[in-house]
């Protein structure tokens, strides 16, 4: 079938950066217009990325290639610009637009009293065009340039409120997490350079050489594993994490987009994207299960105990972020874009439902809300939906992509399997401790006890996504596996199992059980672990400790790096240098005792030149003549 | 000896009485009657070489000519600024003359 809308791909990411050069141009007078600019842009891209996708979903899953965009020529070296159009990316264009319409629909009424709003349209309207334009990349340079500029608008995000300290030092943060992470991706795109045949960069190239086993063993793990470092960074996978809680200091609809939904799973994305470099390589998929696995545990521990809202919301999407890695890494590719394609959607609906208790509540600490369930309705509803979805539980859409990958890990990797089952456990109880503590029950202050409904325009994206949160599983049911031949392009091994549907319902709802025993009907004292053991309760509260950890092996010894580098700098460097300055200036002073004003000084200086002059002249001559 | 050369040597020894003059004494007047010693020196050459040199002829001695005109100018405005400056600053002592220092 002939691509029609696939060609015009392209405008996708087109008209979220017009939006942005418009309000750029207009300026901090486009308060009003800014947001209305924002809205109309992504709305245009929203419709374009459907017709894109509806194509794509009726043709055969043929990607769409265009690369005649010469950018540069270098001997016998070319690399092309241009974009690609696959059941991934349509998917993704999908994604990455609904979600961020919803989320400047939604600032409209978030951001309403900041003196900033149209600077935050724009940063929202330049990060779409980013984030879009990273997706429909076709080789892996144009992919990193997207892939820093994501990071620079998060950056800006997250400083948004920049008189704010904590968020200054949060956006510092994770633009220097990140990096660490983006240097193993950059090291990997050069190794791939150097190793693919003919130099191509673009990912046709990249999947046919990596299937064919052109690029194999040792080095085929070293670009695996580097291309994953960049994706830890990116996606908040352990050891890389601690930047995306923090990163919580942004505007909440921020957390939503960029570090919920669509941002972060650029690194899943990029795994899947790279996903033949992944297979060519058992080992480096190994990591990856691993890595993917241990981040979701090990961030849904975390989630258990802490107290402000969008942290444990923060906590919980890496945990999922490590859901979907580890999907990958045990070759669950559908299952584990799937989860990404339904965890966009709750999770953007639960930042967006807590925003929406900040925004009316000026509160984040879940300990000093309670019984906003009667006062705030829609919020409560939606917010509920989000959590069951998030839990896994059926029909929600959380459950069927968590069964999904639970399903594949029983049947490759039973290990893994049972630290998922555990992790979403975990995950409904730290959902349902969320919930009761901060809707149901007693209000707990003044001001919850008197809070309202926020506005129609913030309500209205969260109905929208609670709807996405319920129907968006139907995508991909048991028994059919569409969507996987869709993305894949070949049929996989059925893997769907009655087994693991019952469990993980079980294991959801008895999370949420155990959630509402202690914290809504409190039939369980509230401390009873952490009573009990208090060391594991502390851990969990102070996050493994690993910002100390970071602090005292990484941060503290760089200090005192930079404390003698910045001696020798002071001492060494600038002494050089202030020798030189007064060595001038003494020359100077001498050169001042000569211009005493006296006229006559002058007459005989010049005379005494002359004389020189003439001598030399003279003495020049007769050795000229003599010799 | 060559009838030149003592007009050169006579102007030489003029030239040289001027300049030493011009540079080293301390009243400006004196100074400007050197510079005038050594112009006239110039001018000793000018006639010399217009009567004995290699193509005698008159130019040299309308060059003195003018020189001596212009001399006589130099001093006009010389004296009269010499003047305006000890109005001025009571001071006729080049030592004293050091403006040019700032």
Known sequence: MEAVYAQYAWLVPLFPLIAFLLILGIGRTANRTGPVIGVIGTSISFVVALLVLFEQMKGDGMAYVWNDLEWIRAGNFVLEMGFEVNPLNALMLVVVTFVSLLVNVYSIGYMKDDARISVFFSYIALFTFSMLALVISENVVQLYIFWELVGVCSFLLIGFWYNKPEARAAAKKAFIVTRIGDVGLFIGILLLVWHMPEHALDFTNIANAFGNGDISGGIATLIAILIFIGAIGKSGQFPLHTWLPDAMEGPTPISALIHAATMVAAGVYLVARMYPVFEASPEALQVVAYVGAFTAIFAAIIALTQRDIKRILAYSTVSQLGYMMMALGIGAYAAGIFHLFTHAFFKALLFLAAGSVIHMLHEQDIFKMGGLWRRMKVTGWTFVIGGLALSGVFPFAGFWSKDAILAEAYHSQPVLFWIGLFTAFLTAFYMARLFFLAFSGPAKSDRASQVLESPFVMTLPLIILAVFSIVAGFVNIPGSDRLATWLTGEAPGEHGSLLVIILSNVVALAGILLGWLMYGKKQLPQDWLSGRAAWAHRLSYRKFYIDELYDYLIVRPLRVIGYFLHLFDEFIVDGIVRLIASMTTALGRTGTRLQNGQLQTYGLVSLLGLVIIAVAFVGWRFVIHAG | ?102
């Open chain 2, 1 to 102: 000896m060559n009838m030149v050369a003592s007009f050169l040597i006579l102007a030489a020894i003029l030239f040289c009485i001027g300049l030493y003059g011009a540079l080293t004494k301390r009243s400006a007047i004196i100074v400007l009657l050197s510079v005038e010693l050594m112009l006239n020196a110039v001018n000793l050459n000018l006639v010399a070489f217009s009567r004995w040199g290699i193509a005698p002829n008159l130019t040299g001695q309308i060059f003195s000519l003018f020189t001596i005109t212009i001399a006589a100018v130099e001093v006009a405005v010389g004296i009269a600024i010499l003047i305006a400056y000890y109005r001025s600053k009571g001071t006729s002592d080049v030592r004293d003359m050091n403006a040019l220092k700032r």
